[in-house]
């Protein structure tokens, strides 16, 4: 299991900055980031390569952040990669809440994020197709 | 109840300064007799020394103990009830410092004092049983509804009660029934009339010829405003629901200065923070003993309204000394669409959930003449867990607490740590930028 870092922001101007520039200064490398929006605030959700030392750092500079666990599941970056992993998830019957990708190797690697209910039976039902669900991005 | 003059207790409208004293030298005494009937007051007379037979002047009021909010709060909810609980025939609450509210009961001779004192006010802003009254302030507990209810009733004017909102509801009864009269919080009189600009329509033709306006401060220019927008007159009105509620003190056909019922209320002004009494014409805390009240009689109630007496005789000839505007308090007592708002209370209701952390602030703006609260409040650091859900759920359920407790929806932000001013020494919890 992986972890993606949530970070609580008010909905104004110069949030996205604040939080690119904290990460970018640590040298912290964003690999995705997504923005769930609430009206008055919102929650990006940020994938990095390194999301323990992403939290220190922003909770460092006053930030509400937070890591929950995901499921990360390899790919390869190319047409047809994702059939394999998407088949498997709706064989299993298992509710998944949010999935997006992201490049690791143009035209070789990449990863699919996935969040549901049940993270531990996910990562067993791709495993089960013959992919691997990583644990780290090093 | 035969003619006008009973109704209002005309006797004592006509008393004389001397008469004033003399009678309240007879009623302290009487009053203080009361309370101490009470398992409250008997101990505090006790706990300070002074036996209530011993007074034999309004002077004398300065040998008892002066009673405040807190002790309200301390003897909730009948610690201070003189009668057995068979005996009352009503009660209100009001909001307390905290989510204790307090408590105030009414015996029938009460009741009867109270409609007489608010037929009173009416009668002298020139009401009479030919007028036709509208009551556009909130009824239930807040006493401002029934208050004035049963003054007008007592009066013999013919009352809708209407209660508050529903603006196009309010112009039409107004309209339909030849209103005269109405009683409301001058923000609300105010949104009214916008309101009726906004559509192309006149506040005047509706054909008011008095307003009685009260529950929260107001400025002169706002009065002024409000009589040229719609042509009628305007009164202030004064009231506490500790002193019953609205019908304790009420401006005359001259509207400058608002009579206070010396017969009913032994009243003192004290520097609030040695409670000693002030000098003449000064600025002091308004003190108020109830003469009048049988089941809960309340000795030096500490109001923290601050105003002074107006110099001289008023030209209506009346002897009951008249009080300025309200010209603050001295508490942090907010009030908000006439809603009686502490700080704490709010405070009270942030302080129960983890994921808010302890700074707040409170900013009050108007929106179309009304009142907007919006509470700020941090996201706790430490507590955020990532979840979307628990954010949205957290921010809908500290308005509906907020809801409870004050009565009123107010707004809330959630804002990021440390957005806030951080407060140095005495945090300032309160932004207001209404005028």
């Known amino acids: 299991m992986y972890n993606e870092v949530s970070v609580f922001v008010e909905n104004k101007p110069g949030k996205l900055s604040k ?70 998830l709706d064989a299993s019957g298992l509710n998944v809440s949010d999935a997006y990708g992201c490049i690791i190797e143009r035209g070789k690697r990449a990863v699919f994020v996935v969040k549901g209910d049940r993270l531990d039976a996910i990562e067993a039902a791709a495993r089960d197709a013959g992919l691997t669900a990583l644990d780290s991005l090093a | 109840m035969s003619d006008l003059d009973e109704r209002i207790g005309g006797r004592f409208v006509r008393m004389s300064r001397d008469e004033i004293n003399q009678w309240q030298g007879e009623a302290l005494r009487r009053s203080a007799m009361q309370a101490a009937k009470s398992p409250w007051y008997s101990a505090k007379f006790a706990e300070h020394g002074v036996d209530p037979a011993s007074i034999a002047s309004a002077k004398d009021v300065t040998k008892l103990p002066f009673t405040t909010k807190e002790d309200l709060r301390l003897s909730y909810p009948t610690g201070m009830l003189t009668v ?85 509801r309010q112009i039409k009864l107004i309209r339909d029934f030849h209103v005269t009269c109405i009683h409301a919080t001058p923000s609300y009189a105010m949104h009214v009339a916008e309101r009726m600009l906004q559509e192309g329509d006149d506040p005047r033709s509706l054909g008011l010829k008095r307003a009685f306006l009260g529950a929260e401060p107001y400025t002169e220019e706002l009065r002024l405003k409000l009589q040229d927008v719609y042509g009628f007159k305007a009164y202030n009105s004064y009231g506490l629901s500790e002193m019953n509620g609205p019908g304790v003190a009420f401006e005359c056909e001259h509207q400058n200065g608002m009579h206070v019922w010396e017969d009913a209320y032994l009243v003192e002004l004290v520097n609030p923070e040695t409670l000693e009494p002030v000098e003449e014409g000064e600025v002091g805390e308004l003190v108020m003993t109830t003469l009048r009240r049988t089941a809960m009689p309340l000795i030096r109630y500490r109001t923290r309204d601050l105003t002074r007496f107006l110099d001289g005789e008023c030209p209506c000839g009346r002897a009951h000394r008249r009080l300025a505007r309200m010209v603050g308090r001295s508490d942090d007592m907010l009030i908000v669409r006439g809603v009686n708002v502490f700080p704490s209370q709010i405070e009270e209701v942030i302080m129960r959930h983890k994921w808010i952390g302890g700074n707040y602030l409170i900013h009050l703006t108007k929106a179309e003449a009304l009142d907007q609260m919006t509470v700020k409040v941090e996201l706790a650091k430490g507590e ?33 740590p440390g957005s806030l001013p951080a407060s140095e020494g005495k945090a300032k919890r309160v932004i207001d930028e209404r005028q």
């Open chain 1, 19 to 88: 939080v690119a520039e904290i990460l970018g200064n640590a040298g912290i490398d964003i690999l995705a980031l997504d923005l769930a929006d609430e009206g008055q605030y919102g929650v990006f959700r940020i994938l990095t390569a390194e999301p323990e030392r992403a939290k220190d750092v922003l909770s460092d500079a006053n930030v509400a952040v937070a890591l929950n666990k995901v499921a990360m599941i390899e790919i390869a970056d190319q047409p047809g990669g994702l059939v394999k992993l998407a088949k498997a």
């Open chain 2, 384 to 416: 955020f867990d990532g979840s979307v859900e628990t954010l949205r759920n957290l921010r809908s359920e500290l308005q509906r607490q907020l809801k409870e407790q004050i009565g009123f929806t107010a707004v809330v932000e959630v804002m990021e």
């Open chain 2, 84 to 168: 057995s609980t068979d005996q009352l025939v009503r009660m209100h609450t009001s909001s307390g410092t905290t989510g204790t509210p307090t408590a105030i009961f009414h015996n029938q001779d009460d009741i009867d004092c109270w409609a007489e004192l608010m037929a009173r006010c009416l009668s002298i802003a020139g009401a009479t049983s030919k007028d036709v009254f509208q009551n556009m302030s909130g009824y239930g507990m807040f006493t401002g509804g029934l208050g004035l209810h049963y003054g007008a009733e007592r009066l013999g004017m013919m009352v809708l009660p209407a209660g508050p909102g529903n603006t196009a």
